[in-house]
Structures are given as structure tokens and as C-alpha cells.
């Protein structure tokens, strides 16, 4: 009966053990990026149309009046020399990202900023624009209504609300893709993957999940990246796909984060610490004014003074004894130490920031 039990429970004690780790698991495609596949940031120079008198000003602001000549003349309608004062336009910025291997005729967001002296956008409209990349490249090309999110209004004695960010808004799907970026995955003969947090171990062990499966494909450089060659069946995309979706355990450093104006403290998983004794406690002193006042006897020659009377107290905190915090083998177990004291958070940053002077505490320390 024994003999059976055993051979029964194996199986699940294996499973149990196997189970465990993969909790602590992560996607490749969630701790690293390809490198070369990222988004590009467009930038263009326009003209908001249809504003309710909420637009630029064109005596303050030379460049909207410039802009809105070279487009009426472009339209064969020349205001040169005539004295257009319409506040019913405004020169804008757009901006918009370029997402990797985007097509032409797709569609992308934009966002639209005021340049000058402008009110609000609201109900405005976007005429057609063109996004330049870094290389003065025309990548694509914006038009649209705008949509702000924001509520202002004023009334005649000049008071005024306003909810959000008038002079900046949105277009939704507002600016359609002209050029490729160029990026060929498939002409490339390898890739390499790049650790959002850079570590040794996490790189070599990312190496090692992608040998296991795809034999000598993966080597880790340094530990930030990783080049992979796809094998000959399969096509480069392929391969990544297969790669980003296996499981990895990462690894990170021992380390506290410390806010010391919230009172936040962060602690990784591998902080340890070794057996030390703390003592704390706090120290009050409080000051307390109560001011007199001295009168001079009846018929007298003497004049009414206020005699100032301080009363000066100290107190401090009682009860509080030394306590022994064991080395910690987890970071449960330090927890719970820490929380023995019976201290705030913000009494807790200065304990872990003296028990690191102290050279007990096994982690770095990043006050943010």
C-alpha cells in the first residue's frame, strides 16, 4: 500500500515543483524588444480652421498671418497688404508616431498643439498637413477635425473656467502613412534581442530557453543582448514569434527603492539582510505660549505690559526595547522582521537607511 501511495503521489509532487517557478516566469517579448522594431516620432507645421473667434491674434502672431497668405495664395486668392484680422484660425504643431512596419494607407493618431496666442481649438479643423521624420522625409500626412476633451467658458465681468487643456487636442486615426520606413526583417540574416533591464543572468538564460528548443540559435553578447539566427526551416518571422512567447525566469538585483516624500519603500526579491539589534524611538518637544497680562494697581503711575510665559515640555516614547532582527532567507521573512519594530514607513526608511551604514543590509539602496 505504501509502494502504491508513492507511485501515486510522484507524479503530483512533480507537478507541484515543476508549477511553482513558472509563477515567477515571464514572456521574452514582455523583458526584451528587437532591436530596429520601434515606432518613429513625425512632426509637422499647420493650420487650424473653423475656431469660434478662439484663434491666434494675427497682429501678435506674424507667422499665422504668413502661413495663412501662402496658403490663400496657393488657392489663387491673394490678402497680401489687406488687413485680415480673422481669429477664427491657429498655427499649430502636429505630432504623431510612426508605429514599425507600417504600410502606406494606413491610419495614425495625431496630436495637435497651439503655437501662439490661441484660446482654445475646440471645434476646430486640421487642414491637410505633412508629417516629416528626422530625416526631413515626408511619412505622412494629417488632416482632421479635433477633438480637445477640455470645457472652458467665460463670462462679461471677465471671470473664466477651464477644465483640461484647451489649446492642445487629438485626432483619432487623423493622418494617413505615405512612405515605409524601409525596415526588411526577412532580408536579415540575424536579430537582436535587447533587455529592457539589463542583467547577466536573465540574458544567459534567455540563451539557453531558445537553445533548448531551436539548438545553437541563440548567444548572448553581454547582458543586454542577445543575437538570434532564425534556423533554415523556419523564416525570420516565424522564429520570433516562437522566441517572444517562450517563459523565462528573470533574474533582478537586490535593491530598495525609497520615496522619502510619500513614504514608499520597494523591496526586491532577493534583499536580504543580516541578524542585527535595533532600538528606536521618538523624541517630542513641545513648545507653549501663554502670554499674561499685567495691570498696574488702581490711581497708580505703572501702564499695562504683557508678560510672555513659555512652558517647555519633552517626551519621549517609552517601551521601546531592543529587538533582534534575524538574517533573513526571504523577503517575507525580513518583512515580517522589519514589521516586528512597529515603526511608520517613513521611521522605516531611516531604519534601512542605518542598517545599511551599518553593512547589514545586503542591497542597494535608491532614494527617488
Known sequence: MQKLLTALLAPLAASLVLAGPAMAQSRIKDIASIEGVRSNQLVGYGLVVGLNGTGDSLRNCPFTRQSLEGMTERLGVNIRG???????LAAVMVTA?????????ARIDVSVSSLCDAKSLLGGTLLVTSLQGADSQVYAVGQGSIQTGAVSGAGGSGSSVT??????GRIASGATVERETGFNLDSMPEIRLTLRNPDFTTAQRIAAAINATFPATALAENGSVVTLRPPPALGMAAFISRVENMPVAVDTPARVIIDEVNGVIVMGENVRISTVAIA???????????????Q?????????????????????????????VNGSTSLSTLVEG????????????????AIKA????????EVI
Do not use: C, W, Y
Not at 163 to 168: I, Q
Not at 302 to 320: A, K, M, N, Y
Open 163 to 168: 477644465r483640461g487643456v484647451p489649446t492642445s
Open 97 to 105: 508616431e510612426l508605429p514599425p512596419f507600417a504600410t502606406p494607407g
Open 338 to 353: 522589519l514589521n516586528a519594530l512597529g515603526v511608520s514607513p517613513r521611521d522605516m526608511i531611516s531604519i534601512l537607511q
Open 82 to 88: 489687406t488687413n485680415a484680422n480673422s481669429k477664427n
Open 296 to 324: 498696574p494697581a488702581p490711581f497708580s503711575q505703572g501702564e499695562t505690559v504683557v508678560v510672555p510665559q513659555s512652558d517647555v515640555t519633552v517626551e519621549e516614547e517609552l517601551g521601546r526595547e531592543i529587538r533582534l
Open 280 to 294: 528606536q524611538g521618538n523624541l517630542t518637544i513641545s513648545v507653549q505660549e501663554s502670554p499674561q497680562v499685567s
Open 358 to 365: 551599518a553593512g547589514a543590509l545586503q542591497a542597494d539602496i
